[in-house]
């Protein structure tokens, strides 16, 4: 297997800028998913640990996000005038079609999240984990018009060879690799990959699960949006919000994510944008010179 990535400190690399002499470039990520009820595959976790399918409980929480939650960070990203990128599994545009229509009408930007939130990569083989990205591939042209931009695997649950199959298909970043706070390389057997920022931290379901408020989360945001912004004055950081509409969606939760958006985006020296001109930026001015330093 690859290293995936050269080791180079982010104090001693080349230092990164974005458009206009902004410093921080955020991004929001709404993970819109779809989970199966009996999931079509099995693998070697189950998506339902509370008791075998039908769960009662869990499954109709998930599915708030999709009914309702949705409409919400919908609203928000409308108010703040900020493009959201959502990390989407592909079941959703056949599935939820007026709600996918909303997510096009409101310009957000689309990476792929696999096609179901309960269809896992672990244990496939590469031929079929070949065919289950050449299948996204298909499905996000059908349903965008476009190909797939960048790569989120469903669930996390990506293999030792994901990222060479992604590269392979010709998307142009990744984010199973939780590694930096700005844009890099990363080595596979073929094909030009980026990696982007994604964070399990500063993640709603991940702080959710332990307890954690609204209100909470909020403050998860501003602590590492000030960190990132101060450490950003001699080169350019990567910020990300991870959210989920059955989370951050909940009336109890959506006014402390909107405080805390609108906080950040109150410094005229942040770039609220997406994964996709993220990455472009960064391959346009940034990616030869920091191979060139890297020697690859």
């Given amino acids: 297997m690859l290293e995936r990535f050269a080791f180079a400190t982010i104090q001693e690399r080349p230092p990164l800028t974005w458009p206009d002499g902004r410093r921080l470039a955020l991004w929001v990520v709404p993970n819109v998913e779809h989970y199966e009820l009996e999931p079509s595959t099995r693998s070697v976790r189950t998506p339902w640990p509370r008791c075998a399918p039908p769960d009662a409980l869990n499954y109709p929480r998930k599915e708030y996000g999709n009914r309702v939650g949705l409409g919400r960070l919908l609203d928000l990203s409308s108010r703040l005038g900020m493009r959201f990128t959502a990390s989407l599994g592909l079941a959703v545009p056949e599935m939820f079609p007026q709600q996918f229509e909303l997510m096009q ?5 689309f990476m792929c999240h696999g096609l179901y939130n309960t269809h896992y990569l672990w244990n ?20 965008t018009g476009q190909p797939i931009a960048g790569w989120f695997s469903p ?25 930096d706070d ?18 399990m931290q500063v993640n709603d379901v991940v702080l959710h699960l332990s307890g954690a408020t609204g209100a909470d989360f909020a403050d998860v945001i501003a602590d ?5 912004h101060a450490e950003s004055q001699t080169s350019a950081r ?7 509409p059955y989370v951050s969606g909940q009336p109890h939760w959506i006014g402390a994510l909107e405080r805390a958006l609108r906080h950040i985006a109150s410094h005229g020296d942040v770039w609220c944008t997406t994964g996709s001109e993220i990455a472009a930026w960064y391959r346009q001015h940034h990616l030869a010179k920091v191979r060139e330093w890297t020697g690859e």
């Fill in 124 to 143: 496939a083989s590469e031929d079929e984990e070949r065919a289950f990205i050449a299948d996204c591939q298909r499905r996000m042209q059908r349903a």
């Fill in 238 to 244: 990567v910020m990300c919000i991870a959210c989920h």
């Fill in 155 to 179: 669930a996390c649950s990506h293999t030792q060879r994901t990222a060479d199959l992604v590269a392979e298909a010709g998307i142009g970043y990744y984010c199973d690799l939780y590694h």
């Fill in 105 to 109: 009408r409101a310009g957000w930007d």
């Fill in 224 to 228: 590492e949006f000030e960190t990132l």
């Fill in 182 to 199: 700005q844009p890099f390389p990363v080595r596979t057997v073929g094909g030009s990959l980026i990696s982007l920022p994604y964070t």
